[in-house]
């Protein structure tokens, strides 16, 4: 059977970040992603809280609505969804409140957030309660790139224990990042850990990270049911 799958997490917005370096390559992404079986793609660039406070959401989103247009005509059949990748700090869930179109669909129900390069910070678990309590879900990307979950897996338990999504980039299975990385995702997912498969693609190499080969990994290590959960049924229960 063929693979189906919405890919939450993916730099496919051209000259934003370090992402996709132009529309041509951007297009380029988006059909491969139609064509490996992706119902949708949510455009997640990075952010922090200097550049929300700026013109920088008027610009993603322009550039958002261009790459919309170009994809009726390209990759007709794929849902293009704006969200973000946003550094967790303290006093985002406030900011989020007010300013929902860094959520995944603008809806303000879930935001993906990633940690600091350093790790795990002092104030995490309390920017996350913060959210859970203005019912707004936050969602870990690539928790298994983290240093302390690298080191110990379960560094990642208590945050998803409180409500928090998590979710794996599909090269870390592959060995994109290293071993350590692999194995940090692979403890992830036999513990239960991981809710969310993405492929955080940022250029086209051979199209986006090969997210069937990162579900036959999930299959092996839980099972063919948590491979279509990660994949497709959770993605898809947050786009609306």
């Avoid at 793609?41 to 550049?51: G, I, M, N, Q, R």
């Avoid at 309390?126 to 928790?143: G, K, M, R, Y």
Wanted: hydrophobic share 45%; glycine share 8%; with cysteine.
């Amino acid at each position: 059977m063929a693979l189906s799958f919405v890919d939450i997490h993916t730099h496919i917005l051209h000259g934003i970040d370090d992402g996709a370096r132009d529309r041509e390559e951007s297009i380029a992404i988006a059909v491969k992603a139609l064509e490996d079986g992706a119902k949708a793609v949510v455009a997640t660039p990075h952010y922090s809280l200097d550049l929300i406070r700026s013109a920088y959401l008027d610009i993603v989103e322009n550039k958002f609505n261009e790459l919309k247009a170009a994809l009726a005509l390209k990759a007709a059949g794929l849902e293009l969804v704006l969200g973000a990748e946003v550094l967790l700090e303290v006093g985002l869930p406030q900011f989020v409140k007010r300013e929902k179109r860094i959520t995944i669909g603008g809806l303000g129900r879930h935001i993906l957030v990633e940690m600091p390069l350093s790790g795990i910070p002092p104030y995490a678990q309390s920017v996350v309660f913060e959210f859970l309590a203005n019912n707004i879900v936050p969602i870990w990307a690539h928790p298994e790139r983290c240093p302390d979950v690298m080191q110990d897996f379960r560094a990642a338990k208590p945050f998803a224990d409180n409500g928090m999504l998590l979710q794996v980039n599909a090269g870390s299975l592959l060995g994109a990042y290293g071993r350590t990385v692999k194995n940090a995702a692979k403890k992830l997912i036999e513990n239960g850990l991981g809710h969310v498969i993405a492929s955080d693609t940022h250029r086209f190499t051979n199209g986006i990270a090969p997210m069937a080969d990162a579900c036959l990994c999930i299959e092996k290590l839980a099972g063919a049911g948590r491979a279509d959960a990660m994949a497709f049924t959770c993605p898809t229960s947050l786009l609306g």
